[in-house]
């Protein structure tokens, strides 16, 4: 039985807000859903592995590959970086009958879904705050004061879009967050 139907599953959030925590519970459960790999011209982070995590690519290589329109979407997400979604990944989740789970930023989901407005599910984890937000981007300890603080602004202005997705879920408690994921993404899946 197919599942995928071309179908594909958003989960977007400001950095910090609990959407790798979300999306990694949910590809766990779903055997259906697999992980969309993003390309990304930032430098790899410690235990990070191109081709799994990202797509590693130059900014030479990146813009050579929007030239060639080559994403079905992409940004600059924070000077200089600029991460995407390739047309390339998404046929090859289609094509093992698999559906896509795409973990993007704010813009990027917004321009999934006005491409494939009637096979998308979205779902936007929002932080209970602002202040939550910031200590828990402390507490990873891998932002300067100049980086925290523009984390903080972006996702400031990502949580004014909230209401551009099917769904949104505050994550107040990683569990219960999960849980209400769950829920969404089952009633998805049943549907044809």
Do not use: C
């Amino acid at each position: 039985m197919d599942h995928s139907s071309g179908k594909i599953l958003i989960i977007t959030a400001p950095s910090g807000a609990g959407k790798t925590s979300v999306t990694t519970h949910l590809l766990q459960l779903f055997p259906y859903l697999t992980f969309s790999v993003s390309a990304a011209t930032r430098q790899p982070r410690e235990n990070e592995i191109s081709g799994v995590d990202y797509y590693f690519m130059t900014l030479e290589e990146f813009k050579l590959k929007i030239q060639r329109n080559e994403f079905i979407e992409w940004e600059m997400v924070y000077e200089g970086k600029y991460y995407g979604t390739l047309k390339s990944e998404m046929e090859r989740i289609w094509s093992s009958s698999r559906i896509p789970v795409l973990d993007i930023d704010v813009k990027g989901a917004i321009h999934v879904q006005q491409q494939f407005p009637e096979n998308t599910l979205s779902i936007f984890i929002e932080p209970p705050s602002i202040e939550e937000l910031k200590r828990r981007l402390q507490g990873r300890g891998t932002e300067t004061k100049e980086s925290l603080d523009a984390r903080i602004n972006k996702a400031s202005y990502e949580i004014s879009f909230k209401h551009s997705f099917s769904n949104t879920i505050v994550n107040n408690d990683l569990d219960t967050a999960r849980q209400e994921a769950v829920k969404i993404v089952e009633a998805f899946l049943s549907r044809p």
